[in-house]
Structure formats: C-alpha cells, structure tokens
C-alpha cells in the first residue's frame, strides 16, 4: 500500500494518490493531470479510479481531464448529476484496487452529494478515510453553499447525521485525509495539519463534540463568512464539464505587444499583476491589481475579481505559463494575453507604491487593518481601522481618498493587493507596511488583545 498526498498550498487542497499491486486510485485532483500520470508512469502503476468527493466550489477539478487520458472511470457517490460520464456509487459500494479496497460512505452535508471514500487495507482493516470537505482537521465544510436550494440549516441537519453515523463510528486509529488544509475558506477555522486520526478528531474537534442536533446547527452555521463568488460558477463547472486544460492554456497563452496590450485594456480588459509585491511596488502599469504568485493567488483573484471580467497579464518573465494555468484552476478563463517582455517592456507612465517598515511609521497617520475578522479579533493595532481586504472595494467608501493611510496584513502580501486596489479606486497615498502585524508588533506599535490596551 502507497498514499501520497498531493497539496497545493496556494488553495489548500490536497489531492491523493493510493496504489497496491500496480493499480492507482487519483482522489480530487487538480485541473492540470500531467502530476498524477507522471507520478504513475513514476512508479510503474496504472491509474484505475478517479474519485471525486463532491462537486468542489474552490477550484476546477482535474477529473474530466484524468480520466480521459488514462481511460479510467470518474466516480462520485449517490446524487452527483453531470453532463458528462460517470459512474455514480451506491452508499456502502466497494471498488478493489490491487489487494486494498474502497467504501463508499456517502456523507451529505457540505453539499447533497458528498462522499467520503473509506480505505480498507490488505486484511479488511479499516486503514484511512478520505473525507473530501465533510471533515476537515479541527472543522468541517460549511453548509452554506446551496443557496436558494436549500438552506444553511438544512444541510446543517444533514452533516450532522452524517457525521455521528459515517465518521464517528470508524475506528480512532483510522487516518483522516480531508479535502483541504488551513487558509481554505471551505471551513471556518481549518487546523493547520493537513491529516489527523478520527480518534483526535473525536477529542479536538468541535463539530464532533457530543451535542444535539440543535446544538450543532446552531455552532456550524454560527460565523460563517460569505463565500467567495467564483464559488457558485466552479461547482457549476465541475458539475456541468469544461474544456481540456491545454486548449485553455494554449489560448491563453498569448504575448501582446504593448499597442495590442492597451488596446485590450481600452476594451475593458483589467491588467493584473502576477509579480511579488516587493517588485510590483517600484513600478507596474496604472490600474494594475496586483495578487503575486507567491501567495494564495488563485483564491484572491477568486475573491476580488469577477470571474466573468477579461484579463491582460504582466508576469515576472518566464511565469507567464504558471499565472495562466493557477488562473483556470479556479475557472478563470477569460485571459487575452500577456504583456510580452514583461514590465521593462511598458513604454508609458508607471505608478507605484510607496513602502514603510514599522519603524518609520509616523503618529497621527490612520492605520488600515486589513486581515480577516478572525485575526482583527485577537489583536489588532490600537486606532486602527479594519478594512477587510475580502469586502474591498466596497469597504473603502467611506475614506478620504486624499488621506495618507498605513496598510497592513499579517506579513505583507495582502497589504499590496489592497493598496493596489486602493490606487485603482484613486486613492493618492496608501502606503504598504512591510512585515505586517507581526512586524509592527516587534516594533512596539501599540496594539489592542481582547479589548485590552497593551
């Protein structure tokens, strides 16, 4: 027996690999196949199954593509109605790969047709669940993405029985392999380990506690932040199929030379910049949101940009390729091109950002947190503003765009994209922080812990 877990940590998704005897079982896989065939062809196995635990909202699913190039079948549990082929499993349905097997545990309550997948290893034993985004380390999936068709509380009520009649009742031993890690917005508060055992699950994990169902509704559906939007189009996709990944990046993959890269721009198309913050801030071209490919790219540009509205890229040269293929992970296709040459080659006016360490920061100048509420709550710099950089640019209608502001994140990355955004929107002088909160602690800015001046 042989698992490996594939994670991705720019969406905090794992995808897995199982093999016995030379056959390969693929579970969730990303859009791009060619890691899971060359992992197989690597050690000498053929790909048999493609699970799939639900119809994933964070990002395109890899199966359709998988599963036509190793002619394998796609396989969901009970209820996942597609507009392609695929074989879906009874609840308790066994599927053999070499001398290990799979159960069916159909578990609705992330979504109607979640199923978690229980492997049983060479003796029978039950060895490890895949729970997919029913279970995750210290959470579970968020009930709250079927809206208009069944409410909160309903799937609620669903997780619940699924959770004290699947998963509770496996073994404390058994290994637990969820769908996604911490920084998902699939839970609320995912742990930071990417697998567990049902047996800490059972002592650690809230949604596992001995409660009533009331109870229970009542703490998961408590908190809940609204979902990104490109949500509801990606679980349409991956429900309804799309097109091979290489036809989309070879469309896609287009160098415009800087007259066709204004004349896209003209059209209406909105310029994001791949680059690392640290270079984004000396130059870029007006207008510019950047999201740098070092940080949870493919989820903020899921969170701030609408999937519908074309792109024209400006890339560190030679990540062209990389910024196209992370887009349509998440179901954004609609990219025009790139600039060719990258940003030396941009012959116009550039804008930038300017920059602060802590240190330098000057009294009397308003500060702008904007990190998720989750950590606004535990600790935030004293007179601060929050400003979540998820609900921007809504949330800044209420600044004075001629102001100097000081913008922070935990660390840096989010603090760029907000005040390129806040550019965008024609604020004059946001000024990024670098290092972030945690710096600006270092340095002794005052902060707020629990209501408390310290």
Known sequence: MYIEQLYTNCLAEAAYYIESEGEAAIIDPLRETEPYIALAEKRGAKIKYVFE????ADFVSGHIDLAARVNAPIIYGPGANTRYKVYNAKDGETFTLGKLTFKVLHTPGHTPEST???LLDEHGKEHAVFTGDTLFVGDVGRPDLLDGVMSREELAGMLYDSLNTKIKTLPDPVIVYPAHGPGSACGKNIGKETFSTIGEQKRF???LKAMSREEFIEKV???ILPPPHYFFEDARINREGYNPIDTVIQKNKRPLPVKEFKQAIAAGALVLDTRKPDDF???YVPGSINIGLNGQYAVWVGTLIDIRQPLVL??????EEESILRLARVGYEKVIGYLAGGIDSWDDKKEGVESVWPEAMQPGIEILDT???????????RDAQFIPLADMPANLKGLDKNKTYYVHCAGGYRSMIACSLMKREGFKHPVNVYGGFAAMQKAGVPVVVEEVAV
Do not use: D, S
């Open 116 to 118: 978690c997948y229980l």
């Open 205 to 207: 994990n809230y949604a």
């Open 281 to 283: 801030e000396k130059g």
């Open 221 to 223: 559906t408590e908190g």
């Open 314 to 319: 400006v890339t560190e040269v030679g990540k």
């Open 53 to 56: 635990t639900h119809f994933h």
């Open 371 to 381: 990190r998720k509420p989750g950590e606004w709550n535990v600790c935030h710099a």
